[in-house]
C-alpha cells in the first residue's frame, strides 16, 4: 500500500502532499547504492527520496485540473541528476499523473542513455504489472492510439486506478522528433490530463536563441511571433501549451541561461530546487581547492593550435599516460570492478581528434615494443619514466602498491588492451562504448563528451584546449572528471592550461554564490521571480551565451577602491528617513567614537570622529537600513551590501571603521557645501589635499592627505557625510562613501532590467 511521507510541515500557498507509493520506493530499494543489507533505505536512499519528495511538492497538484508550474531543479556537474528525475517521474505515478515526458539528449546516444536509464531505473523490462507504456520519439498513429488508450483507462471511473497505464514519452531535443510528438499530441484530447514535463539538460538548446536579436529590434518580449524565435523553442512552448494541466521541470548543472532569460519568458523557472550530492561524490572543491596535486599543468608550448602547432605528442600527454597506466594496473591488482578511463579532449575539432588518437596509439604501440624487447638500456629509460609518475602517484595514494609489482604485473598487457577510440561522429556515428568489453578505456573527442556524457571510472583526464570565450556553462560542462568516485580519487590527475586552471576556480566561486542566494528561494520555497539577479562572477568569464538574453548585463568590479552615493537627495522622504536611521545607530556607539588622527594645522572640517566596530553590527542596523533610489545608487548599494554579508558567512568577527565626517561630536557637525552636476549628482564629494603643492612650509598633502586617504587599507571604512547642497533647500542630507579592500572585493555581473 502506498505510504504518506512525512514530510508536511510549513506547507506553502500552492503546495501539496504527495503520496510516496510502491513506485517509488522499488525503484529506489532495487539500487544497491541506495538501500542497506536489509533493503532499508539508508542515507543516500533517504536523501535522494527527500529531495524528490520536495520537488514533487512545488509541481503541480494533480487533483487541481487548471494548474501550470515551470520550476528548475540544479545539482553539479556529474552529481546523479538522472537519478533525480527518474524518481521524479516515478513519484509521479504514485500520484496520478497520467503522462511523463522526457525531453532527453540532443544526439541519439545521449537520448539512448537517457531512454535506457529510465528502462533500468523503472524496471520496464523485468517487471510484468503494465503500468508503463514507453514511447520513445513517438511518430506513428499507433503511438497516438496507445497514448489514446492509456488515457481512456484514468477517465474511465470503473477502471481501477492502480492498473491505468502511465504514459512515458522519451523524446530527442531535436526539431523533427518534437515536431512529430506535437503532432500526435494535438489530436488527443488532454483537458484535464495531469502531465510531467521534464526537460533534461534544460539549458541546452532548449531556450530562444533569438532573443538577443529581438531585444536589438525593439520588440517586445511578450508580443515575440514564431518568426522572432528559434525552432527548439518554439516546439518546446508548443508542446508546453499542448497540455492544460502540467509541470514543466528543467534538470541542469549549469542554470545560469535559465536563470537570466526575461522572466517572462515562457521557459522562465518560477520555483528553485537545489540537489545535494552523496558523500562519495568530488567536484570543484575537492579538484581546485583541497587536492590540489590533482591538477596538473600543461605548459604553452605544449597547446596545439594554429599558433603553435605541434609535429609530435606533447611532454604532458605522455605524462598522462603514464599515470593512467599505473593507475590501471593497480586497479586491475585490487580486483576494482569499476572501469579506470582515460579522457582526452583536445579541441571541439575532428581533425585534431584524429591527431590524438594517433598521437596515443603511436605512444601505446611504442611502449608496448619496448617491453618485449631485449634493449634493456632503452627498457631502464622507460622504467624510470613510469617511476617518475608513480612518485606523482604517491603524493594523493595512500598505501600505493610498490612500484616494482605495478610494473611486473601485465603492465604491457594494460598498455596493449586498453582501446583507444575516437568518439566523434568523423566517420557518420558517433561510437558506442560498451563499458563491459574492457576493463581500461582511453577515449579522445570533443563535444561529443561534454554535456550528459559520462565516462565510467574516469581517472585521468587531458584537456589541452583554452576556455574559448569564456562562457561558465560551457566550460563547466567539461568537467567530466567531476562524479562520484571518492574511493579512487587519489588515482585521478587532470591536465589543464594555466587560464582554464584559473577558470575552474572562479567558477567554483561563481557556482557557491549562487547557490547560497538560491538556497532561500529553494528552502523557504520563494517564488524565483523574487530573486535579484545578481552573482559573483570573474571578469575573465562570460555567464553564457548572449544570444539567449533578452535584457542586458551589467558588470562592475568591487575591491581595492571607493564607492560613493551620487545622489543620496533622489527620493524627499529617504532624506529623513535615512537620517534618523543614522543617528538612532550612532548613538547606539558613540562610546566608540574618537577623534583621529592629524596634523595639528587641519581645518575643523578636516577633523573627523573615527570608531572601530563589528562589520556585521554595522551592516545589521545601519547599511541594511539606509535606502537610495537613484537606479545607480541601488544598484551599486545593493551589490556592496551582498558582498559584505557573503564575506561575513566565513568572517563573523570582521570589523570596519566608521567615519563621521568633519564631526566634533554628533551636536557638533559641520555640513559640508556640495554642487549638482547636469545629472543632478553629488559633483565632488571629496575634499582634496591641503596644500595642494609643496610650499616652504609643507609638502602636498602633509596638512590634510583628501578624504579618499581617510581610510583603512585592511578595511572596510565607510565614511559618513552630511551634505547641504547649493542651490537647493536640501540640508543635512546624509550620504556615504565605501571604503572596500581587496581582500573583500570581488566581481560582479547583474541583470537590472529583467522585469514583469
Known amino acids: 500500500m502506498p505510504e504518506l511521507i512525512e514530510i508536511q510541515d510549513n506547507l506553502m500557498d500552492g503546495q501539496w502532499n504527495p503520496v510516496v507509493g510502491d513506485e517509488t520506493l522499488e525503484l529506489l530499494r532495487n539500487n544497491p547504492k541506495l538501500v542497506d543489507a536489509t533493503r532499508n533505505l539508508n542515507v543516500a536512499g533517504n536523501r535522494v527520496l527527500d529531495e524528490t519528495y520536495r520537488i514533487m511538492q512545488v509541481c503541480g497538484n494533480p487533483a487541481n485540473r487548471t494548474n501550470n508550474e515551470t520550476g528548475i531543479v540544479i545539482g553539479y556537474v556529474q552529481s546523479g541528476k538522472t537519478l533525480s528525475f527518474t524518481t521524479l517521474a516515478a513519484l509521479a505515478r504514485d500520484n496520478n499523473y497520467q503522462v511523463v515526458i522526457v525531453i532527453a539528449g540532443t544526439s541519439m546516444p545521449l537520448f539512448n542513455q537517457s531512454t535506457n536509464r529510465l528502462r533500468r531505473d523503472l524496471r520496464l523490462d523485468t517487471r510484468f504489472d503494465r503500468k508503463w507504456t514507453l514511447i520513445p520519439n513517438p511518430s506513428e498513429i499507433e503511438h497516438q492510439e496507445s497514448i489514446q488508450t492509456a488515457l481512456a483507462q484514468w477517465q474511465d471511473r470503473n477502471f481501477p486506478n492502480e492498473r491505468c497505464r502511465t504514459i512515458l514519452i522519451t523524446v530527442m531535443k531535436q526539431k523533427d522528433h518534437l515536431f512529430n510528438l506535437a503532432e500526435i499530441l494535438q489530436e488527443i484530447n488532454l483537458e484535464g490530463v495531469p502531465t510531467l514535463i521534464i526537460d533534461d539538460e534544460g539549458d541546452q538548446a532548449s531556450l530562444n536563441t533569438l532573443a538577443r536579436r529581438a531585444a536589438r529590434q525593439g520588440l517586445d518580449i511578450e508580443d515575440l511571433t514564431e518568426s522572432d524565435v528559434s525552432t527548439i523553442y518554439r516546439r518546446i512552448t508548443r508542446l508546453k501549451g499542448l497540455f492544460f494541466h502540467h509541470t514543466f521541470v528543467q534538470y541542469t548543472a549549469t542554470p545560469q541561461a535559465n536563470l537570466f532569460i526575461n522572466i517572462v519568458d515562457r521557459l522562465s523557472p518560477n520555483f528553485i530546487k537545489l540537489l545535494t550530492p552523496g558523500e562519495e561524490y568530488v567536484g570543484g572543491k575537492e579538484f581546485f581547492r583541497e587536492e590540489s596535486h590533482l591538477i596538473e599543468e600543461i605548459p604553452l608550448a605544449d597547446l596545439h593550435n594554429p599558433n603553435n602547432p605541434l609535429h609530435e605528442p606533447p611532454e604532458s600527454l605522455i605524462r598522462a599516460l603514464r599515470i593512467f597506466f599505473l593507475g590501471v594496473v593497480a586497479g586491475e591488482i585490487l580486483q576494482d570492478q569499476r572501469n579506470r578511463s582515460m579522457l582526452v579532449h583536445p579541441s571541439r575539432l575532428q581533425g585534431d581528434h584524429n591527431q590524438f588518437t594517433e598521437w596515443v596509439r603511436g605512444i601505446c604501440n611504442s611502449w608496448r615494443r619496448i617491453l618485449i624487447s631485449n634493449d634493456e638500456a632503452e627498457k631502464e629509460i622507460l622504467i624510470a619514466d613510469f617511476r617518475e609518475a608513480y612518485e606523482n602517484l604517491q603524493r594523493t595514494v595512500q598505501d600505493i602498491l610498490p612500484f616494482e609489482r605495478l610494473i611486473d604485473f601485465n603492465l604491457i598487457h594494460a598498455i596493449q588492451y586498453t582501446p583507444v577510440v575516437e568518439v566523434n561522429a568523423r566517420r557518420g556515428t558517433t561510437p558506442h562504448i560498451n563499458w563491459q568489453d574492457s576493463y581500461s578505456w582511453i577515449l579522445v573527442g570533443g ?310
Open 447 to 756: 563535444q561529443s563528451m561534454d554535456r550528459g556524457f559520462t565516462v565510467e571510472g574516469l581517472t585521468v583526464t587531458y584537456m589541452p584546449r583554452n576556455i574559448g570565450v569564456g562562457n561558465v556553462d560551457t566550460i563547466q560542462q567539461r568537467a567530466r572528471f567531476f562524479g562520484y568516485k571518492r574511493s579512487y580519487l587519489g588515482y585521478c590527475r587532470v591536465f589543464l592550461d594555466q587560464v582554464t586552471i584559473d577558470s575552474y576556480n572562479a567558477i567554483i566561486d561563481h557556482e557557491e554564490n549562487v547557490r547560497e542566494q538560491l538556497e532561500e528561494f529553494d528552502i523557504n520555497n520563494k517564488p524565483l521571480n523574487n530573486w535579484n539577479r545578481e552573482v559573483v562572477l570573474d571578469m575573465m568569464l562570460n555567464l553564457t551565451r548572449a544570444n539567449i538574453l533578452y535584457d542586458n548585463l551589467d558588470r562592475d568590479t568591487y575591491g581595492n577602491e571607493w564607492f560613493r552615493i551620487n545622489a543620496p537627495h533622489d527620493t524627499l522622504e529617504y532624506i529623513e528617513s535615512n537620517r534618523n536611521s543614522l543617528f538612532e545607530y550612532l548613538i547606539s556607539i558613540q562610546n566608540n567614537l574618537a577623534e583621529d588622527e592629524g596634523h595639528q594645522n587641519r581645518t575643523q572640517e578636516q577633523r573627523h570622529l573615527v570608531a572601530r566596530i563589528s562589520l556585521q553590527e554595522c551592516l545589521r542596523n545601519l547599511l541594511n537600513k539606509l535606502k537610495f533610489t537613484r537606479e545607480s545608487d541601488s544598484a551599486t548599494y545593493s551589490s556592496l551590501r551582498g558582498i559584505l554579508q557573503r564575506y561575513l558567512v566565513n568572517h563573523p568577527d570582521e570589523e570596519c571603521l566608521i567615519y563621521l565626517m568633519s564631526a566634533r561630536n554628533l551636536n557638533d557637525w559641520t555640513r559640508r557645501v556640495r554642487r549638482r552636476n547636469r545629472n543632478d549628482e553629488i559633483q565632488q564629494l571629496f575634499q582634496g589635499k591641503q596644500p595642494t603643492k609643496d610650499t616652504p612650509q609643507f609638502r602636498i598633502g602633509e596638512v590634510y592627505p583628501g578624504d579618499s586617504e581617510i581610510k583603512n587599507e585592511n578595511l572596510v571604512s565607510i565614511q559618513v557625510h552630511l551634505l547641504n547642497l547649493r542651490d537647493t533647500d536640501f540640508t543635512s542630507v546624509p550620504t556615504l562613501a565605501i571604503w572596500i579592500p581587496e581582500t573583500i572585493g570581488t566581481d560582479i555581473i547583474r541583470q537590472p532590467d529583467n522585469r514583469l
